[in-house]
T-cell receptor
Framework: NAGVTQTPKFRVLKTGQSMTLLCAQD?????MYWYRQDPGMGLRLIHYSVGEGTTAKGEVPDGYNVSRLKKQNFLLGLESAAPSQTSVYFC?????????????FGPGTRLTVL | GQNIDQPTEMTATEGAIVQINCTYQTSGFNGLFWYQQHAGEAPTFLSY??LDGLEEKGRFSSFLSRSKGYSYLLLKELQMKDSASYLC??????????WGAGTKLIIKP
C-alpha cells in the first residue's frame, strides 16, 4: 500500500497563476483533509471531505477550492495564486469520524508563489 | 477561541529523558493526539489519549489531565533519530483536529 500520495512535491508559481494539487489514498478512507503548514504555526485546515462528492470549509478556505469526485482522490485548487499562499501543503485521510480519528498524512507539497 | 500551547524548542542529551508539555483550551474535547514530524517530512502518529492517565508505548509515553487541559509526551532513552518536531493536536467538539505549532526537539550527543 502506498498510503497517501501527493503530486507535485515542489512547485513555483507566479502571482496570478493557477494550479491543482492532487492527493490520492489507497486505504479506502472516507475522510480526507487539506492542511497548510507555515513556520511557527500549527497545521491549519483548509478544506475537508467526509465522503465522495462532499466537501466542506475548514479554518482557512479563502483562495482555495476542492473537489472529491472519487473516494480515493481529493484535489486542491488555487485559482489565482498569491504570495501569502506560499506554504507546505499536506493532505491527510482518516477512516472515520469520531473520537479516534487518526489521520494519515501524505509527504507534502512545497509551494512557492513569487 | 481555541488554543494549543507547547514550547517552541527543547534540547536534550542522547540517552536522557525529556518531557514535552502541551496545554489546551478548546470548544469540546474528543481526545488528544501526539504526532512526530521529522524535518521535511509528513507528521506520523505517536499516541492518543482520551481518558485521564498515562499511556505507555515503548520508549514513548503520553499523559492526559482533562480537568487541567494538560498533556505531556515523555521520551525515554533518547536517540539521535528522535530529533524532530512533536505536534500536539486536540479533537474538538466537531471532531476537527486543532494543532499546536509543535515543539522542535534537538538531541545532542
Amino acid at each position: 500500500n502506498a498510503g497517501v500520495t501527493q503530486t507535485p512535491k515542489f512547485r513555483v508559481l507566479k502571482t496570478g497563476q493557477s494550479m491543482t494539487l492532487l492527493c490520492a489514498q489507497d486505504m479506502n478512507h472516507e475522510y480526507m483533509y487539506w492542511y497548510r503548514q507555515d513556520p511557527g504555526m500549527g497545521l491549519r485546515l483548509i478544506h475537508y471531505s467526509v465522503g465522495e462528492g462532499t466537501t466542506a470549509k475548514g479554518e482557512v478556505p479563502d483562495g482555495y477550492n476542492v473537489s472529491r469526485l472519487k473516494k480515493q482522490n481529493f484535489l486542491l485548487g488555487l485559482e489565482s495564486a498569491a504570495p501569502s499562499q506560499t506554504s507546505v501543503y499536506f493532505c491527510a485521510s482518516s477512516e472515520r469520524e469520531g473520537s479516534y480519528n487518526e489521520q494519515f498524512f501524505g509527504p507534502g507539497t512545497r509551494l512557492t508563489v513569487l | 477561541g481555541q488554543n494549543i500551547d507547547q514550547p517552541t524548542e527543547m534540547t536534550a542529551t542522547e540517552g536522557a529523558i525529556v518531557q514535552i508539555n502541551c496545554t489546551y483550551q478548546t470548544s469540546g474535547f474528543n481526545g488528544l493526539f501526539w504526532y512526530q514530524q521529522h524535518a521535511g517530512e509528513a507528521p506520523t502518529f505517536l499516541s492518543y489519549n482520551v481518558l485521564d492517565g498515562l499511556e505507555e508505548k515503548g520508549r514513548f509515553s503520553s499523559f492526559l489531565s482533562r480537568s487541567k487541559g494538560y498533556s505531556y509526551l515523555l521520551l525515554k532513552e533518547l536517540q539521535m533519530k528522535d530529533s524532530a518536531s512533536y505536534l500536539c493536536a486536540v479533537s474538538d467538539s466537531n471532531y476537527q483536529l486543532i494543532w499546536g505549532a509543535g515543539t522542535k526537539l534537538i538531541i545532542k550527543p
